[in-house]
């Protein structure tokens, strides 16, 4: 059974592409992620409203928005945090989403948010819990195995290194887009 079991797993793994966007997806969602002190990423994750299993902040597109600004606002509202994101996604993962009547397929978009600001009350406070986690830490959390290699691949992702300054090579585009308070943003 185990056999038969990663032939089903490494066949839906194939399904879709974990990388940048190519092709469709159905949802999008917020990666929060701040710079330690130390020069190590750390990730934000939240409990779903309803099996409390850690995840992102995610949802639909929304009209008159691009993708990645509808995944800031699904952070301010799930996460109570703000702050300057990637326009282009820097990964995608799939996941079954089980509804009363059906349960679907869905890919998700995911694009970089760079915490500046951790608010201290939020839409949806009452409904969830937030934690941040260590990048492997976070991937060890998620059930989805390809959301964790999302967080995996993020130190050596080029345009995520640069969106943290983390390589010195920042460019003017990049330097404008750091934080100009405390990279540790705290609850405020």
Known sequence: MPRLWKAMMQTAM???DPGP???PRD???????RLREDGELEVLLVTSRETRRWIIPKGWPMNGLD??????????????????????????????????????F???DVFLLRVEKVLKTWKE???RERRWFRIVDAAEHVQEADLG????????????RQFFGLDGKRGKKAARQRPPVDPVPREG
């Open 14 to 16: 194939q399904m879709f």
């Open 21 to 23: 966007a190519k092709g």
């Open 27 to 33: 949802q999008i969602a917020a990666l929060p992620v």
């Open 67 to 104: 993708d990645h600004d509808a995944a800031g606002v699904e952070a301010r509202e799930e996460a109570g945090v703000k702050g300057k994101l990637l326009a282009a996604p820097v990964g995608r993962y799939a996941y079954w989403q089980r509804g009363r009547l059906e349960t679907r």
């Open 106 to 108: 869905l890919q998700v």
């Open 125 to 127: 406070k009452d409904q």
């Open 149 to 160: 290699q999302v967080f995996l691949r993020l130190p050596g992702h080029e345009p995520a």
